[in-house]
């Protein structure tokens, strides 16, 4: 049985709160909002060792059985990443890879297929423990260990389980769907929910923004831009449609949706505003104070693109205690784009910020910048280079000193994790 919720009361408030939260400017803070536009006019060399004691670069194990494909996501897992290819061909008979955080290939986890056990995506939601792993299948979601065990089959419904948008908390899974903009009605997301052996769905809707600073988004023959974000490897993929001079954006692939401990958190595309999330509603839990260029629902509804001092955040890592962003001011990739890499540090409020291209410098190791990708259930942070990378940045900088875990690695070995911790 479906049962459908809509939370007018909190539409409102979150209307109240967003509106104002993006129209303030510099002016007036609050708690819990991210100084964005201060940090990047006053920019600082951001350093490994702001984000850490120690710095490791672990290379994952190259094996015929663990091959990591051109295009993956990583999920963080308890002492153990995840690694899902994704549109990689003949990779799907270990279409899910689980390696230990001393870089060992520990097993491929469940597989592609029509029989009882398989899924039909690699990327996973990880349990409420981190122990283990569902994967979204027909009719159902598929339980596996990290060590690749059958765990058995637990209902969904909806969209529940797809990748991105999609949470297990405590004893449910909760997703999250952006709704679209609309000329008849307001921009909406609606919040599901499900206990893991029901098919029970609860559906809310929030409608955080006015009705009357929306506008529609209706395609014909458009041209189609496909940008990355700031974090080097993060997977962000941001799009932009143009139709006759019309310009709207959409996400590509991006994790819309994310637990802090058993805490859930969403951002919608270029929203300023992260929300805290419950079965049944949301509210605002951080802002991202961009200043006076920050993006509106005014600019977006001139359907004429972002101009090139708008300034937004593009990735977010986060932590019990920080933030890790990164920004653009103008829209990725275009002509005098600038990006900036940032910490928000949740126990005392300060924001910093710097160049976007030089990332987090190596100070500790003296290699190359580092970028997070994920926050490990230990709070250390996680980010992957590949040997194109390594032999790029060499190729720039002769004078490097190599790691030695990884100077000795052939061209065609897996990628490497960049783990920073304390």
């Not at 991105?164 to 609606?190: H, Q």
């Not at 839990?285 to 961009?290: E, I, P, T």
Request: glycine share 10%.
């Amino acid at each position: 049985m479906r049962q459908n919720k809509t939370i007018a009361s909190c539409a409102v408030a979150l209307s109240a709160l967003v509106v104002a939260s993006c129209t303030t400017g510099g002016d007036s803070k609050g708690k819990n909002v991210i100084d964005i536009a201060q940090a990047v006019a006053n920019p600082v060399e951001m350093k490994v060792s702001d984000l850490g004691k120690t710095i490791r670069y672990v290379p994952l194990e190259t094996t015929d059985s663990s091959l990591v494909g051109d295009s993956w996501v990583l999920t963080p897992a308890d002492g153990a990443v995840l690694i899902s290819n994704v549109n990689n061909g003949g990779l799907e008979a270990e279409a899910c890879l689980s390696f230990g955080l001393d870089g060992k290939f520990i097993s491929g986890v469940g597989h592609y297929g029509q029989d009882p056990e398989a899924y039909r995506s690699s990327e996973c939601v990880i349990a409420p423990d981190n122990k283990s792993a569902y994967f979204a299948a027909s009719n159902g979601m598929q339980h596996y260990s990290i060590d690749g065990q059958y765990l058995g089959k637990t209902c969904r419904a909806g969209m529940i389980g797809m990748p991105g948008v999609t949470v297990a908390v405590d004893t449910m899974f909760i997703a999250v769907e952006d709704g679209l903009v609309g000329k008849d009605s307001p921009r909406c997301f609606s919040i599901y929910s499900e206990g893991f052996n029901t098919f029970t769905v609860d559906t809310v809707e929030i409608i955080p923004y006015p009705k009357d600073a929306t506008k529609g988004w209706y395609y014909s023959n458009v041209s189609i831009s496909r940008v990355d974000g700031v974090m080097r490897n993060a997977k962000n993929v941001y799009r932009e449609y143009d139709e006759g001079g019309n310009i709207t954006y959409r996400q590509g692939y991006l994790r819309t949706v994310w637990r802090v401990g058993q805490t859930v958190h969403h951002r919608e595309l270029l929203s300023d505003t992260i929300y805290a999330i419950t079965p049944a509603s949301a509210e605002v839990a951080y802002v991202f104070d961009c200043g006076d260029d920050h993006i509106t629902a005014e600019l977006i509804a001139e359907q004429k693109g972002l101009r090139s001092n708008t300034l937004f955040v593009s990735d977010i890592v986060e932590t019990n205690d920080r933030m890790i962003f990164g920004a653009s001011r103008g829209w990725l990739g275009s002509e005098g784009n600038r990006t900036f890499v940032g910490i928000y540090d949740k126990n005392t409020g300060a924001t910093r910020a710097g160049d976007g291209a030089k990332g987090f410098v190596d100070d500790l190791a003296g290699f190359m910048p580092f970028y997070p990708l994920a926050a490990l259930p230990d709070g250390s942070l996680v980010g992957v280079i590949t040997m194109d990378d390594v032999a790029k940045y060499t190729e720039e900088n002769p004078e490097a000193k190599i790691p030695a875990e990884i100077a000795a690695l052939e061209e065609d070995a897996n990628p490497i994790l960049v783990i920073v911790g304390n």
